[in-house]
């Protein structure tokens, strides 16, 4: 199957979800009471690339459904 530059990127968005996805549960394996700041701030971290990966594969989604750019 031959993907276009386009579904690639959004294939390795998914990768870089999932990845991440696994990195939160390896960290929250303690307490956040037990966590020490070092670990509480990768999990926030995480969670924000996390939500930019989701947002910027919805964007992708949207553009190959309607074929519309976003404005910003």
Do not use: F, W
């Not at 991440?20 to 969670?47: C, F, P, Q, V, W």
């Not at 924000?48 to 309607?66: K, N, P, R, T, W």
């Amino acid at each position: 199957m031959v993907h276009t530059d386009r579904q690639e990127l959004v294939l390795g968005k998914i990768s870089g979800v999932s990845d991440i996805i696994s990195g939160l549960k390896a960290l929250t394996i303690k307490k956040y009471e037990e966590m020490n700041t070092h670990e509480r701030y990768s999990i926030r971290y995480l969670i924000i690339v996390l939500v930019g990966l989701l947002a910027s594969i919805c964007v992708h989604l949207s553009l190959d459904q309607y074929g519309i750019r976003p404005k910003s």
